[in-house]
């Protein structure tokens, strides 16, 4: 079975920046469809951004839209999620999830459809 690994995450001032990636091993990379939730304490865990495949179709939650970008690099098997302009609402453990059925969409956003998960990485924003 593959394995997803975060890093990146941090403690970061309101209106900061930070870069987390996911780094896949014992996965044909290109076969997934990947994207990141959060859960925060005492929330469910939430759709933050999808991505297929090859990178071409991305898909945003509205509370990150604009200020958020996914990205990969299926030659290194990464993903990257850059977060701009942080807000303390976005304070929460990010997670990177696989999907090996529909590596073709980027919208899937429940993550009772993604088969394969990360540790998570803490992200907090904070004055």
């Known amino acids: 079975h593959g394995q997803l690994v975060e890093s990146g995450g941090g403690t970061v001032q309101p209106g900061g920046s930070l870069t987390l990636s996911c780094v896949a091993s014992?996965?044909?990379?290109?076969?997934?469809?990947m994207a990141w939730f959060r859960q925060a304490p005492g929330k469910e865990r939430e759709f933050v951004a999808a991505?297929?495949?090859?990178?071409?179709?991305?898909n945003y939650a509205d509370a990150v839209k604009g200020r958020f970008t996914i990205s990969r690099d299926n030659d290194k098997s990464t993903m990257d999620l850059q977060m701009t302009g942080l807000i303390v609402e976005d304070t929460a453990v990010y997670h990177c999830a696989a999907e090996s059925w529909n590596p073709t969409t980027a919208r899937l956003t429940n993550p009772s459809q993604y088969d394969s998960w990360g540790q998570g990485t803490q992200v907090t924003v904070s004055s």
């Open positions: 014992g996965f044909n990379f290109r076969n997934l469809a």
């Open positions: 991505i297929n495949w090859s990178g071409a179709l991305t």
